[in-house]
């Protein structure tokens, strides 16, 4: 149809200038935001200690959640899992905390 075509060439033009407009919004927000290492402070403590310490916990959990119940060390790692987990938390509200309050006091 006529707007699958145009939805085509429309990405693939989108495609062919990416790099000049992912460096058009960089430049942008690097002049729109002056301590732009401040925010990436910030979305670095929040993603990291999602990514490396709350996600995986939570995945595993889910995934063996029936081998977990019936296997002999199966509380001993949902332990392990609650206790990444709540590290993870901890980093996560310590590191944004720490960011938003640099932010701020700039």
Known sequence: SILDQFVKILLVTIHQYDNILISYVLVALAAAIPKLDLFISLVGSISSSTLALMAPPIIHSLTYWSDLKSSKYGV???????F????????FIAGGFVSLSNIIEY
């Open 84 to 91: 990444l987990f709540c590290l993870g938390f901890v980093g």
């Open 76 to 82: 001993l790692l949902i332990l392990r899992n609650i």
